[in-house]
């Protein structure tokens, strides 16, 4: 026997059991993480820079398992989870260990009385009681691995739930075993069907119903290979699942529902994990709306964070962000089984010229690449395509030549094409002997070629032979009900394979130790302040940012001194800890070019100041920069990420506009770059109505050096607000203008 604890703890488990009719579903979630793994390689600010994967084997394929709380009495909640439980310890070959304080025997099985009564150490128990604390303390002398905690009334419920789940957390970290749950479910232990092969679909989620459209992807000939309910993540949490599934040989993509994120950076470590190893990670994630947030907050008690930083660090890590389960089971399907694409162009064929043109135009305003098919090309199809029908891309062969041979001699000649990745055949409706042809060719020619075929078949029914049989029975024909899954299917395949071709991981390159540049800026940091425009830009300069040419006077003598070094004309402005916006405060004077012009501003910057009771540490005398687009670069603290980098159009443009990226450090230079594209006024930095190209590549280095310092100085600096960073014409720089820091 294991363990010792035949006292209290027994008597506890005992009283628990018979008080509540054997499953109580009433009990907690926290965001507390196990403990961090001192070995792990850390970046400059202290954060892991791998994926810790936790060995699941044991949980998946245990075996031996306990299920405490079992019962074989008839109208018992946890009869039928007793059952169910033996039938999967049974498919995956696992002795199974009933555990009850009044019953000898559970089914058939010797039942023991306590945790401590087990006849060997088992690999996972399964707790159906109420409050799964008591038990977590019983099974940490037992040396068991894995626990799963059904309960619920946890975090989901609010603040005193989210204390309870807190102490389930820290004996969990106590006890040495990992915990599923709690307000989890029956999911991880489905049957899966073993008739079929190819690479499996990986499914998490932190609700399961909404797994459920997944899951039934078997009937469609989809392998699942596991399922990962996680509930409310107490301990085990999303993030090690996707790193656990990204090792596994079978998994061809990992498929998930996420509700809240319990810690940004372990969803990134195994994001990068998944994309090192070229596995896709598509996600439903949801709170992107108010209501969605508050929705998902109540249901698992987390965190959704800012949508826009958990879009942007999904897709800055590959992660596949689709709206709806219909997506994530066809876009899921579709990467775990197509082969990777030896183009990326996209040819529409059909029947029908008007389906064709249809589709074409959802597919180009999606970015997928439609290629002018050559004019030999062109020229091959019109053997077997009239010579009025349209052949360059759409493909439009006027129906009658898929009821004979020359089927398949177009689909063939298509597909010979270099430039074609990808054939997609929309088939609105079923109009037999037609479609029932075209259906059969593509099939065929689909085992003949590396090359993804796609086919949507639109009819409401479904029950056409074509569609259940002939389609439906090819694993190498990817079929769909809508354009829209399809369209989005497809870009999501062409794109993650082009992000894994080129994918290095930023955290290789994540700083290890700080830079000069740290020392410097830790004299200058204030916990708690407001630092003023003076001192902010010095904490740029720390960091080799360009500012203008400017002095710090308290004098009007002394600023019409400066004026004459910096050279005229001069922007004057007050500077204090205390002042954010001076524009609105009349607290900026621009273009001032005289003496006398610099005396009259000093006088009545300091009148507005001593008016609105605002403390200055003085005015500052600055050069005057005209030429360039006004940018805003910027460190914020999100909840989840912790610091997070902001570029966009800036000025006043930054209020009105709201074009901005964001990225979550670390990151290299071709994501300082893909920021810039995905703005909205990106052409403004290649010159519009007659202005000089900007000079790009200062931007990108300003934001790489402001990467740097949100990493080192992440946990000192509360925000960061240059605007606006004006760029100037190619090969002269850019230089901030302002600037606004705040400290922790």
């Not at 596994?248 to 498929?255: K, M, T, W």
């Not at 994120?261 to 998944?274: M, N, V």
């Not at 997609?424 to 029932?436: A, E, V």
Request: glycine share 10%; net charge negative; with cysteine.
């Amino acid at each position: 026997m294991l363990g010792s604890t035949h006292g209290t703890l027994t008597t506890d488990f005992r009283a628990r059991v018979e008080a509540c009719g054997e499953t109580p579903r009433t009990a907690v979630h926290s965001s507390a993480a196990p403990s961090s793994d001192d070995a792990i390689p850390v970046d400059v600010s202290g954060r892991p820079l791998h994926a810790d994967v936790p060995d699941l084997d044991r949980f998946f394929r245990p075996e031996s398992v306990a299920v405490i709380g079992a019962s074989d009495a008839e109208g018992r909640p946890n009869t039928g989870i007793t059952r169910q439980l033996i039938a999967w310890a049974d498919r995956v070959g696992a002795r199974i260990h009933p555990v009850h304080p009044t019953r000898p025997t559970v089914f058939g099985l010797a039942c023991h009385a306590s945790v401590a009564d087990l006849p060997e150490q088992v690999d996972l128990a399964v707790l159906l009681v109420s409050d799964p604390l008591p038990v977590i303390e019983e099974l940490a002398d037992t040396k068991v691995k894995f626990a799963v905690a059904f309960a619920s009334g946890f975090a989901e419920t609010g603040g005193a739930g989210a204390a309870a789940q807190e102490r389930l957390a820290t004996a969990v970290r106590r006890s040495g075993l990992r915990l599923l749950g709690p307000n989890t479910n029956l999911n991880a232990f489905e049957e899966f069907r073993d008739d079929l092969d190819g690479p499996a679909i990986a499914l998490i989620t932190q609700s399961g119903h909404q797994g459920r459209p997944v899951y039934t992807l078997q009937e469609l000939g989809i392998r699942l290979s596991h399922w990962a309910p996680t509930g409310n993540e107490a301990d085990l949490e999303t993030s090690d699942f996707i790193s656990y599934f990204a090792e596994q040989p079978e998994v061809g993509a990992i498929a998930c529902y996420v509700e809240g994120l319990k810690d940004g950076r372990s969803f990134l470590l195994a994001a990068d994990r998944a994309a090192r190893n070229g596995v896709p990670v598509v996600a439903v994630k949801v709170g992107r709306t108010e209501a969605g947030a508050r929705m998902a907050a109540s249901h698992t008690g987390k965190l959704t964070g800012a949508d826009t930083v958990v879009d942007a660090a999904m897709r800055q890590f590959g992660v596949i962000r689709v709206d709806g389960l219909d997506e994530l089971q066809d876009t899921a399907a579709l990467l775990a089984r197509a082969r990777r694409p030896e183009a990326d162009g996209v040819v529409v064929y059909s029947i029908s010229g008007g389906t064709g043109a249809h589709f074409s135009d959802l597919a180009t305003e999606a970015g997928l690449t439609l290629p002018t098919l050559s004019q030999a090309k062109q020229d091959e199809l019109h053997q077997w395509i009239p010579p009025y029908l349209n052949v360059a891309n759409p493909v439009d062969n006027g129906g009658h030549p898929v009821g004979d041979w020359r089927g398949r001699k177009i689909i063939d000649a298509i597909l010979a094409d270099p430039s074609v990745g990808v054939l997609i055949c929309p088939i609105t409706g079923p109009f037999p002997p037609m479609s029932d042809k075209l259906a059969q060719d593509l099939v065929d020619a689909a085992e003949q070629t590396d090359k993804l075929i796609c086919v949507i078949w639109g009819s409401p029914v479904g029950t056409e032979d074509a569609y259940r049989t002939t389609l439906l029975g090819s694993s190498r024909v990817a079929t769909f009900r809508t354009f829209g899954n399809c369209i989005t299917a497809v870009r999501a395949y062409l794109g993650h394979h082009r992000f894994t071709a080129r994918y290095r991981s930023p955290f290789e390159d994540a700083p290890r130790t700080p830079s000069p540049s740290y020392r410097k800026a830790q004299a200058l940091m204030r916990p708690g302040q407001q630092l003023s425009e003076h001192a902010a830009k010095q904490l740029l300069r720390a960091y080799g940012i360009r500012v203008p040419r400017e002095q710090l006077v308290t004098s009007a003598a002394a600023a019409v001194r400066a004026a004459g070094l910096v050279g005229y004309p001069v922007v004057m402005k007050a500077s204090g800890p205390q002042l954010g916006h001076k524009t609105e405060l009349g607290l900026v004077k621009i273009g001032l070019t005289s003496a006398s012009q610099i005396r009259d501003a000093y006088r009545e910057l300091t009148d507005i100041a001593r008016y609105e009771n605002v403390p200055l540490d003085g005015i500052l005398v600055c050069q005057m920069v005209e030429r360039g687009v006004e940018m805003v670069v910027g460190v914020t603290q999100d909840d989840l990420f912790g610091p997070t980098v902001t570029v966009g159009l800036g000025g006043v443009l930054v209020e009105v506009l709201h074009d901005a990226a964001v990225r979550v450090p670390p990151f290299g230079e071709d994501q300082a770059r893909a920021m810039l594209t995905e703005l909205r006024g990106h052409a403004l930095l290649e010159g519009v109505r007659g202005a000089p190209p900007a000079d790009v590549d200062a931007l990108v280095e300003v934001v790489l050096r402001i990467q740097r310092m949100a990493l080192e100085l992440g946990d000192q600096l509360s925000e960061l607000d240059i605007n606006p960073l004006m760029v100037l014409p190619r090969g002269q720089g850019a230089v901030a203008l302002d600037a606004l820091a705040i400290c922790r």
